[in-house]
Antibody, heavy 120, light 107 residues
Framework: QVQLQESGPGLVKPSQTLSLTCTVS??????????WSWIRQPAGKGLEWIGR???????NYNPSLKSRVTISVDTSKNQFSLKLSSVTAADTAVYYC????????????WGQGTLVTVSS | EIVLTQSPDFQSVTPKEKVTITCRAS??????LHWYQQKPDQSPKLLIK???QSISGVPSRFSGSGSGTDFTLTINSLEAEDAATYYC?????????FGQGTKVEIK
């Protein structure tokens, strides 16, 4: 059973960089045809796809965030990471990591989510 | 960007009643539409894939239909445990997008 777990600071100051890591267990991040994605959800609101990385290292980002987002993968640690620069209060949200089936484009496994608050 | 619009935003339903949630895409997405259930303080859970295909372990009272731009999630004989917010999601083109969600409350 694949499991994903987000980790990182819960509080980030405005204008700084938000950094989160997702650790994958129960399977190798390098095996199979999967994308590894980040999705966020502001309190009481809907879901926003941030971007994804394939095991080859190729990435796709949401154009609305592209200038500020970097997603990377560390296959030796079975982890992938998110960096979001120049954050503002509007970036306050629960951040989820998720596995996307490369064939069907659906999110079949999700982390539990981690709340990141942007505040001074 | 493909916009997904769900209706209604909120529905209050008695147990055993049938629930219908619709999702309309701003352009044709074929069958690349998936449904998720999110309970409070939990991450979303996949319910239906490719508009109408069932997911192992999901109760059979959940079903989906549609193609192109109009899709429907149906919950037959609602149970108390189905209280949640339901989201549609399109994977036809990037960026992937979600509907705004439909909250189902149990009366």
């Amino acid at each position: 059973q694949v499991q994903l777990q987000e980790s990182g600071p819960g509080l980030v100051k405005p204008s700084q960089t938000l950094s989160l890591t997702c650790t994958v267990s129960g399977g190798s991040i390098s095996s199979g045809s999967y994308y590894w994605s980040w999705i966020r959800q502001p309190a009481g609101k809907g879901l926003e796809w941030i971007g994804r990385i394939y095991t080859s290292g190729s990435t796709n980002y949401n154009p609305s965030l592209k200038s500020r987002v970097t997603i990377s993968v560390d296959t030796s640690k079975n982890q992938f990471s998110l960096k979001l620069s120049s954050v503002t209060a509007a970036d306050t949200a629960v951040y989820y990591c998720a596995r996307e089936d490369g064939w069907f484009g659906l999110f079949d496994y999700w982390g539990q989510g981690t709340l990141v608050t942007v505040s001074s | 960007e493909i916009v997904l619009t769900q209706s209604p935003d909120f529905q209050s339903v008695t147990p055993k009643e049938k629930v219908t949630i619709t999702c309309r895409a701003s352009q044709s997405i074929g069958s690349s539409l998936h449904w998720y259930q999110q309970k409070p303080d939990q991450s979303p859970k996949l319910l239906i894939k490719y508009a109408s295909q069932s997911i192992s372990g999901v109760p059979s009272r959940f079903s989906g239909s549609g193609s192109g731009t109009d899709f429907t999630l149906t919950i037959n004989s609602l149970e108390a445990e189905d209280a949640a917010t339901y989201y549609c999601h399109q994977s036809s083109s990037l960026p992937q997008t979600f509907g705004q969600g439909t909250k189902v409350e149990i009366k």
